[in-house]
């Protein structure tokens, strides 16, 4: 199983950055996915979440109606698109897959219901 995360790099205060996460090695459309940001030192935490068929999407507080999550099951990918990005957006951002057979909610918010995760993309916003 990959999930290979991209997308990241530098940008201002109040540009913009779409990340992208491919997928491979199992059912994409079994699975709800996630975005989570990280800091040296710190615990994951979770930023958005979208539902195996996109009908529900989740969004941490700090970053509803700025990002929006996206997924197109047909070639495997799972998108974040940041918007209006401030300094305390700078992380790394990883994504991840839970598989729907073991998790109720279908836009799961916790770091350990999901099985499977990428890499890592850095964000760095310059203010």
């Known amino acids: 199983v990959q999930l290979q995360a991209s997308g990241g790099g530098l940008v201002q205060a109040g540009g913009s950055l779409r990340l992208s996460c491919a997928v491979s090695?199992?059912?994409?459309?079994?699975?709800?996915m996630g975005w989570f940001r990280q800091a040296p030192g710190k615990e994951r935490v979770f930023v958005a979440a979208?539902?195996?068929?996109?009908?529900?999407?989740a969004y941490s507080d700090s970053v509803k109606g700025r990002f929006t999550v996206s997924r197109d099951n047909a070639k495997n990918l799972v998108y974040l698109q940041m918007s209006s990005l401030n300094a305390e957006d700078t992380d790394v951002y990883y994504c991840?897959?839970?598989?729907?057979?073991?998790?109720?909610?279908?836009?799961?918010?916790?770091?350990?219901?999901?099985?499977?995760w990428g890499q890592g993309t850095l964000v760095t916003v310059s203010s």
């Open positions: 979208i539902a195996y068929n996109s009908r529900s999407t």
């Open positions: 991840a897959a839970a598989p729907r057979r073991s998790i109720v909610s279908p836009t799961p918010t916790r770091p350990n219901e999901y099985t499977y």
């Open positions: 090695g199992l059912f994409f459309e079994s699975h709800h």
